[in-house]
């Protein structure tokens, strides 16, 4: 499942990740005199948020791909990013108060242990949240149209695609048992605006993610079919695709 490629990345998930972290940073509020920390920072949609809105020295950020790592400290020099997981990291006790994760829960390895280290970090009284896609069938997730035309052919695939918290109520639960009290639910939608069908298509074959991984591994035949019917699903011309995610937020 490659993630590692930050350009990739960034053309296939950070059109729909972009909008979601003004919603998501509204909604945890931040504020400026925090200080912050963004956990699975990828390539740094949600990174530059938070130093539009508390300044550089006030943010860090912490991301396992080495790649990832490289081009957000290019993308904003002199801030203080580390290779690290979520399970692991590497920042100490009640350093921050406000870490967060957008979309990375559904990748952790361990996401009790991710969940309880980010409390581990935050100040007494600060706030750790999460933010995941809604995976639920029939959601309105950035890639809801692919698994419904996937699902036409291949639904063992799509079955197989469930990650934690992806339906609702379960980053909620995850949250309480990583210990995390006074939680709090919510479902976050951003508005996504589409140039046309192939705008939307052509991410999807650069391999990045399941959805790209499974694109990768199909025939030329098979590529073209599940992509006219992904089509079919679509509008016609350029749209505004609203996309929905589950959101947790906790006080330590």
């Not at 400290?73 to 290779?83: D, H, I, K, N, Q």
């Not at 009790?112 to 706030?127: A, D, E, F, I, K």
């Not at 749209?239 to 929905?244: A, G, I, N, Q, S």
Request: proline letters at 8%; one cysteine or more.
């Amino acid at each position: 499942m490659a993630f590692n490629a930050a350009d990739s990345y960034d053309r296939f998930m950070g059109r729909f990740s972009r909008p979601l972290t003004q919603v998501f940073a509204d909604r945890t509020g931040v504020r400026a005199g925090q200080r912050a920390l963004d956990v699975g920072c990828g390539p740094g949609a949600l990174t530059e948020v938070l130093i539009e809105r508390l300044a550089l020295d006030h943010v860090e950020a912490v991301d396992p791909s080495p790649p990832f790592v490289a081009a957000i400290a290019e993308r904003f020099p002199g801030l203080s990013v580390r290779e690290g997981t979520a399970e692991h990291l590497p920042h100490a006790d009640a350093s921050f108060d406000v870490t967060l994760a957008q979309l990375v829960v559904h990748f952790m390895a361990d996401p009790v242990s991710g969940l309880r280290q980010m409390g581990r970090v935050t100040r007494p009284g600060g706030t750790v949240a999460a933010a995941v896609w809604d995976l639920t069938p029939g959601a309105r997730g950035p890639v809801s149209p692919f698994q419904t035309a996937v699902a036409e052919g291949d639904p063992t695939w799509v079955a197989s695609q469930t990650r934690p918290g992806g339906a609702r109520g379960e980053l909620g639960e995850l949250f309480r048992s990583a210990g995390l009290r006074q939680v709090e639910e919510s479902v976050l939608t951003a508005e996504v605006p589409i140039a046309s069908f192939e705008d939307w298509w052509e991410p999807f074959l650069l391999g990045i993610g399941p959805a790209g991984d499974y694109v990768a591994g199909l025939d030329e035949r098979a590529r073209h079919e599940l992509r006219e019917r992904t089509r079919r699903l679509l509008p016609d011309g350029a749209f505004t695709m609203p996309v929905d995610a589950w959101c947790a937020v906790a006080t330590v």
